[in-house]
């Protein structure tokens, strides 16, 4: 009877966490990623501009590449991230222009907030809309 117990309170839950946990180790071990000295992009006011450091998005056309906050923010969203820390880092600005123009997205209804809860208490996602999709996609 008590190997029941042990199947649902230790394996099942390690069965989860797991693959993550490897998944996390080997992009950690894969090797010391390239050290950038200037963010990738400039913000002055509401318009962004790429650096002039050449990155990886040499093969992405010049049309396609986002030139806003806005844009920026829902490109994250339509790539999956969805955690506002995770946006917050991949683009390099401060929490405070971040809320800013999440909410403004919200206003808008180009993106909205889903309360989950999850494994270790209730999280917050943030999501594109339909018309978001199709805003930074057109």
């Known amino acids: 009877m008590a190997w029941i117990y042990l199947v649902f309170f230790a394996v099942i839950p390690l069965s989860r966490i797991l693959p993550r ?11 010391a990623p390239e050290q950038f000295t200037q963010k990738p992009y400039q913000s002055t006011g509401e318009v962004i501009t790429e650096s ?4 990886d998005r040499e093969d992405i056309p010049r049309e396609m590449k986002p030139q806003t906050l806005d ?4 490109g994250e969203l339509n ?7 995770s946006i917050q880092r991949n683009l390099e600005i401060d929490g405070k222009t971040l809320e800013k123009a999440l909410k403004s997205l919200e206003n808008q209804g180009l993106m909205k907030i889903q309360h989950k809860q999850g494994m270790f208490g209730p999280k917050i996602e943030l999501v594109p809309t339909d018309k978001g999709f199709k805003k930074f996609y057109s």
């Open 52 to 55: 002039t450091r050449e990155t």
């Open 79 to 85: 790539r999956g991230i969805k955690n506002f820390n």
């Open 71 to 74: 844009m920026l923010i829902l």
């Open 21 to 31: 946990l490897i998944r996390k180790w080997k992009e950690k071990n894969r090797g």
